[in-house]
């Protein structure tokens, strides 16, 4: 089977951090571009972060650059994505995905989602 488990979403209050997780099993994430997406109630889904198979290039949505971090350690098969100074607006299901590019597509892997919920 070759499966993306996501990891790390819960409650949290305007400010505060959280850690997704983002974890293959199957197959090696060595030679995918690692992409966060989310989506929010009643929303489009959207992308958040993307990063190269290597780790060395990394793109963020406008709306959490200087908040959020991408990484990946493919050594544990996993990519991470570090939230900061998390907004009511951040909340959403998160999900990863592994291809060939930051876009969607039809040979796309999926993890199932972890919900973030960002509230006083």
């Known amino acids: 089977q070759l499966q993306l488990v996501e990891s790390g979403g819960g409650l949290v209050q305007p400010g505060g951090s959280l850690r997704l997780s983002c974890a293959a099993s199957?197959?090696?994430?060595?030679?995918?571009?690692i992409g966060w997406f989310r989506q929010a109630p009643g929303k489009e889904r959207e992308g958040v972060s993307c990063?190269?198979?290597?780790?060395?290039?990394?793109n963020y949505a406008d709306s959490v650059k200087g908040r959020f971090t991408i990484s990946r350690d493919n050594a544990k098969n996993t990519v991470y994505l570090q939230m900061n100074r998390l907004k009511p607006e951040d909340t959403a299901v998160y999900y990863c995905?592994?291809?060939?590019?930051?876009?969607?597509?039809?040979?796309?892997?999926w993890g199932q989602g972890t919900q973030v919920t960002v509230s006083s």
């Open positions: 199957g197959f090696t994430l060595d030679y995918y571009t």
């Open positions: 990063i190269s198979s290597s780790g060395g290039s990394t």
């Open positions: 995905k592994a291809d060939s590019s930051c876009l969607q597509g039809p040979y796309d892997y």
